[in-house]
Each structure stands twice: as structure tokens, then as C-alpha cells.
């Protein structure tokens, strides 16, 4: 189990990434884009591309959902109670890397 505190550490260990408020939940951002919001207590949503939410819930349909905006896939909703740190890890990496600078990606070695 992880907490959202624990989750939203996480996060913030990613270069420039910073918490901010979005319409009254916090919101995970790099170079002021959300990489993933925390919308309760049990929940993170990680905004990944929509491979990489097919892939997150084909490997892990106990903890990972899809999350529709609209007819958008938007994200993936991970389940805190059932994730691993390691998994979650991942996740938020792979979301950072989508929305962070071409610059920042270089100065820390990460590839888009």
C-alpha cells in the first residue's frame, strides 16, 4: 500500500517537478504541464499516452484503470491500496518524461 503522501513524493523526486492545485486536487506538473493529479485518498491518475495506458492495465488489471476524458483516453488511474512503489515509480517516470522539456530531458539523461 502506498499513501498519497508517499505517491506525491514520488513525484516531486522528478526533476522541477513541482505540486500545484488544479481545480481543488493536486496536481503533479513539469514546466507547468500535469504529469498526474491525486483525485482522493486511494487514487493517483498518471496522464500517460494511450499505449502506455493499454500497457499499464494489460499488466496490471487489479490496480491499474483507464480513465476516459470525454472520448479521450486520458489516463491511467492507479489504485494506491494495491500498487507497488516500484510500479508507481514507473508510471510517474514515464508520465514526467512525456511532459518535461527536450532541455531537462538531455540535462538528466532521460530519453522522450
Do not use: Y
Not at 508520465?95 to 522539456?101: D, G, T, V
Amino acid at each position: 500500500m502506498i499513501t498519497t503522501h508517499q505517491a506525491r513524493e514520488l513525484a516531486l523526486e522528478l526533476p522541477d517537478a513541482v505540486e500545484l492545485d488544479h481545480h481543488g486536487i493536486p496536481s503533479l506538473r513539469v514546466n507547468g504541464k500535469i504529469f498526474a493529479t491525486v483525485p482522493d485518498e486511494r487514487h493517483i491518475r498518471v496522464m500517460l499516452d494511450e499505449g502506455g495506458v493499454l500497457a499499464a492495465v494489460a499488466e496490471n488489471p487489479t490496480i491499474c484503470q483507464k480513465f476516459w476524458w470525454g472520448s479521450r483516453l486520458a489516463c491511467v488511474v492507479v489504485d494506491l491500496n494495491r500498487a507497488e512503489t516500484e510500479l508507481l515509480r514507473e508510471l510517474l517516470a514515464d508520465a514526467w518524461r512525456r511532459k518535461a522539456p527536450r532541455q531537462l530531458l538531455r540535462e538528466h539523461d532521460c530519453s522522450p
